[in-house]
């Protein structure tokens, strides 16, 4: 069978290793509780919850700390939707908080600015493999009585000031969908240090069966225990978010060669790094000195409108050199359709985050999953060529 630099002998070996033994489930091999326990060692938790993809993690994460319906969930416009979506699923209210300018994160102050009585989380997004400032948003935390959500689908093995992201926060959700660190092509998992949190996200992600929880071997149904026919199953409201075995097997595989993944796109981002900061008229993400950036992507600012070239002549260009497809960020949440149509019963109004607005149709995001240094070469040379054309 072909193999990939993603995908290689173990992980062919592990999905074999499952198909051979016929899919025990609970009462045999599992891949699941093996994923979960070596995933919260390696990012130095407690506890790890798999989940079916990185958007069922936040809806369990924010049914875990109380959200509630009509609650607010103050989160970054600049980001994949699913942040803000997890949030309409629990029946909440996304408020959005502006980004700094520098680092494109969350901006703590900007979280301050939003709070109210009706707050009652924060969910902060790890953009491009970078966490935010997590010391200022946890203090604010505790002030307001708020539990803090780290989205980190984008940031594996990344610091911030020497502790693991992914641990900092109340909660953690972390995705496997196929453009990331590793993958299964859609899974996800919340990482915690809090028992109680982590029960009832099991529970949550596994349609409220009172046996599960997030204790080892505890969080798949057991099906021994609940062959009588007075049994009681369900003793809260749940989804079924559960991961199968099958993505688990080749998760497994995938965590055990992390840091080589993660090595190669850092490996990537310094290439990039090397042609863009001599260029005077492009802004690189600001990485502070004390933390560790994962680089999901290479993140770049285009100049104002009129004082350099537009975000489409720099990728055409781009192309016709010999690069490869980059991708604009995503459309800043407010923005899309659903939240300006009427559909959520009310209207984001344009000048809610001005910074993000402002940056969002500048930035470039620059592809990192490259596993070989020829690749890596070419890309680097063609962003180099294109920033010299423009000057």
Known sequence: MPRSWRIGDKELDYVRQLLESGFPGATGMSFTAKLEAAFAEKLECRYAISHANGTATLHSALAAVGVQPGDEVIVPPLTMASTSLAVLHQNAVPVFADIDPATLLIDPREIRRRITPRTRAVITVALYGLSPDMDPIMELATEHGLAVIEDDAQCFLGRYKGRMVGSIGHLASFSFQNSKHITCGEGGMVTTNDPQYADRVAKFASLGYGLVSAQPGKSRI????????????????????????????VLLAQLERLEEFVAWRKRAAAAYDAVVRPCPWLKPQHVPDDCEHAWWAY??????????????EFFDKFLELGGDWFYGAWGLTYQEPIFQDGTLGRKYEPGLCPVAESLQPRLMQFKTHYGDQPTL??????????IRFFG
């Open 299 to 312: 993140s770049v600012c285009l100049p104002a409108p009129g004082d350099g070239p537009t975000w489409q």
């Open 222 to 249: 057991d099906k021994r225990a609940i062959v009588r026919p007075d049994f009681k199953r369900h003793v809260s409201l749940g989804f079924n978010f559960r991961m199968s075995d099958l993505c688990a097997a």
């Open 377 to 386: 070469d070419r890309q680097a040379e063609a962003l180099a060529r294109t």
